[in-house]
């Protein structure tokens, strides 16, 4: 069956239904804005325990990047996912979640060919990038005299 990309385009048009466009805008920004409303909360109870702001600042990272591993190893952050879309890639729990999905689903290899070897593959270009850009940056800056 020969088809151009129009008629593709056309066909699958008409068998896909529309995107409630105006409910996932805001199941997004609700969820996405809870998440961030959590980690402020966690954040003023950190400097109520007496923490300065950038000890508090990194306990709750720490924090949220825990429940967000909990939650996806009780498949309970790709329930959320489901539901509410682009809000869960806030982006500490999202990367914590891109981490330990892929370890979870491939845990049943072993635990170096499964587990370790694929628990950066969606996360891994990032790392490397990040590394690999902040190297590079930190190189110029030296050579510049900064």
Same mark, same amino acid.
């Given at each position: @069956?020969? @088809?151009?990309?129009?008629?593709?385009?056309?066909?699958? *048009?008409?068998?896909?239904? $529309?995107?409630?466009?105006?409910?996932?805008? %805001?199941? &997004?920004?609700?969820?996405? =804005?809870?998440?961030?409303?959590? =980690?402020?909360?966690?954040? @003023?109870?950190?400097?109520?325990?007496?923490?300065? *702001?950038?000890? &508090? =600042?990194?306990? %709750?990272?720490?924090?949220?990047?825990?429940?967000? &591993?909990?939650?996806?190893?009780?498949?309970?952050?790709? *329930?959320?996912? *489901?539901? &509410?879309?682009?809000?869960?890639? /806030? $982006? /500490?729990?999202?990367?914590?979640?891109?981490? /330990?999905? $892929?370890?979870?689903?491939?845990?049943?290899?072993?635990? #170096?060919?499964?587990?370790?070897?694929? @628990?950066?593959? #969606?996360?891994? $270009?990032?790392? !490397?990038?990040? #590394?690999?850009?902040? !190297?590079?940056? =930190?190189?110029?800056?030296?050579?510049?005299?900064?």
């Amino acid at each position: @069956m020969d @088809m151009t990309n129009q008629e593709f385009d056309k066909l699958i *048009r008409s068998k896909s239904s $529309p995107s409630p466009l105006l409910k996932d805008l %805001v199941l &997004a920004f609700v969820v996405g =804005g809870g998440i961030c409303c959590i =980690g402020q909360a966690l954040q @003023m109870m950190y400097e109520g325990f007496g923490l300065s *702001r950038d000890d &508090a =600042g990194t306990w %709750v990272t720490v924090t949220l990047i825990f429940l967000s &591993a909990l939650f996806t190893g009780l498949n309970l952050y790709d *329930r959320l996912a *489901r539901y &509410a879309g682009a809000g869960t890639l /806030v $982006p /500490v729990t999202g990367f914590a979640n891109s981490v /330990v999905s $892929p370890a979870m689903e491939f845990k049943s290899e072993g635990f #170096i060919t499964g587990m370790a070897a694929k @628990m950066f593959v #969606i996360a891994g $270009p990032v790392i !490397v990038f990040g #590394i690999g850009t902040s !190297v590079i940056y =930190g190189l110029i800056l030296c050579l510049m005299g900064g």
